[in-house]
């Protein structure tokens, strides 16, 4: 690049080596700090000389967007693209890329996390362990019941479904359902899994774990309803995003015993208001959406966010692209 371009980072911060990357083709503006961003003055004045835009977890609505006129990219360190308005980015040839299976496993590592966590109720018992209430032999009432061997449906049979189902299969010997819109016969074929009807899945899963994109097809998928189909003894798993549950119809299936559990990493409002029966309840295990939160993974994100804007920023095809039609423009 000759002259250099203006990209601003927001809400994550880039360690010293990517920073330096960084600012060998780009003038950098760094806004990782700043609190409500969306408010900012400093910020909006920012937008009006940026390039590129690295970060994440910030709705950054057309509104916002409009005030910047240069801008080329858009590089998110996530996988999930729904605080972006893609429609609105295509249009104006702004190129949205993302971090796809740099953090895969460690997602699916925290998706099982929460199931034996929640089956084997470890949260509730190391609790009663602090707060030294553990006086006796544990029996029955505190018993959890078994992961091995039970029955796994995945909700989103994409990357982090797929390998959720690989720990299941062949680290715990679970037989494998999904529901997807489309059939992927290549999973069937390596996981053995069946594809199922969301209704059929539901009503046959031990455990139910979600994990597509929220999008307007997914938004509320799962609400009383569904929790009814699930059955008493179900545990649900949440690692994807809060918006693809009622989230009141959950907390009244939880306290009603119509579902036996849950484990959650996301949330309808994160952070997780203090007020909300979900940080409270026994039968839940509520995480501050630490899906891919490792020092190794949260590297690799913000290594390929960064490669992925200096591509764009250079003419060259980004890495991991969101919007195939924008790099068209
Ligand atoms: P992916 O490979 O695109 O997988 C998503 C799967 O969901 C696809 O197989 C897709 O298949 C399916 N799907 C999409 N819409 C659907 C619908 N309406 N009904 C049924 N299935 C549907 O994405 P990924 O890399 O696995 O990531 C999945 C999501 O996990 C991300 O979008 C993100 O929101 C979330 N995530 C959370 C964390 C965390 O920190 N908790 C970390 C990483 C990712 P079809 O389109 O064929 O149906």
Redesign the pocket.
Known sequence: MSTKKTVIVYQRALKPDLREKLERDCHVLDFSQTQNLTEDGEFKKALSQAHGLIGSSVNLTPELLDQAPNLEVVSSI???V?NYDIDYLSKRGIVLCHT?DV??ET?AD?AFLLILASARRAVELAEMVKRGEWTGGIAEPQFGVDVQGKKLGI???????AAIARRGKFGFNMSVSY????RHEDFERELDADWKELDDLLRDSDFVCV?????D??RQMFGQREFELMGKDTIFVN???GGVVDEPAMIEALQKGTIRAAGL??FTTEPLPNESPLAHMDNVVALP????ATHETRYAMAELAVDNALAVLEGDKPKAPYNWDALDR
């Open positions: 996530s996988v999930g729904d796809p953090l895969t997602t925290t909700v989103g049979m994409g990357r982090i479904g529901h997807n819109r489309s994990t597509v994109p929220l999008s097809a997914t690692i994807a995003r990493d996301v959406h630490i899906g891919s």
